[in-house]
């Protein structure tokens, strides 16, 4: 019988200390020692997602974490002003013609959406809540 008792989600980064600094520090989330030379995240809500040190890292091909917020473009200048770049996409690299203002924010086709990278080049997303 498959009776899990709970259920986490992780991640590789090419350098655990630069992870740290940017999760806790730039993003204000609980980062804290994961065991076995992890991290150990805390998000919203309380779940809890696994960052791990790979020295093959390659970032993700998509978006690995997603925050929903209420006021996306208030979030992404609260991000620009602690040196976060939220303008990663150029217009119509997102699924044909869906770009984003110079903010890096689509607009119009569904949730507002401005996605960034962390140290290591793996995407995340502000969502609107």
């Not at 997602?49 to 992404?76: G, M, Q, R, W």
């Amino acid at each position: 019988m498959f009776s899990p008792i709970t259920a986490f989600s992780g991640f590789s980064v090419n350098d655990l200390d630069a992870a740290r600094t940017f999760y806790s520090e730039t993003l204000g989330l609980t980062a804290s020692d994961g065991g076995m030379g992890t991290l150990r995240l805390t998000l919203p809500g309380g779940a809890e997602v696994t960052i791990y040190p790979k020295e093959t890292h390659e970032p993700a091909s998509f978006t690995i974490l997603n925050f929903a917020v209420e006021d996306v473009e208030a979030a992404v200048d609260a991000l620009n002003e602690r040196g976060v770049v939220t303008k990663i996409y150029n217009d119509g690299d997102l699924m044909g013609d869906l770009g984003t203002d110079a903010k890096g924010i689509m607009r119009g086709h569904g949730p507002e959406i401005a996605w960034f990278k962390d140290p290591a080049g793996n995407v995340l997303s502000l969502i609107s809540a």
